[in-house]
């Protein structure tokens, strides 16, 4: 399963915060998907594509990026 991330240029994110999402994401949808392809970009608008899976799989996956999202004071730090 492929799975694409696009991020809103107008909303930039804070300095490594990009890079620190990937790899929480990475972590955590390896988890429920272990064959999985992951990539976060900016883009024009926010959205989500997911090639090979289900309805279902891009569910989990929408609420895998919003539990990451809303978790971010847990695991993104950025740098001082």
């Not at 991330?5 to 972590?27: D, F, R």
């Not at 090979?52 to 990026?65: R, V």
């Amino acid at each position: 399963m492929r799975i694409e991330i696009t991020i809103a240029k107008s909303t930039p994110l804070p300095a490594g915060a990009l890079e620190a999402l990937s790899k929480e994401l990475h972590l955590r949808i390896d988890k429920q998907f272990s064959d999985s392809k992951l990539q976060i970009r900016y883009a024009s608008a926010n959205g989500i594509t997911v090639l090979g899976g289900n309805k279902e799989d891009k569910a989990l996956i929408t609420d895998i990026l919003q539990e990451t999202w809303e978790s971010a004071d847990d695991w993104f730090d950025p740098p001082s």
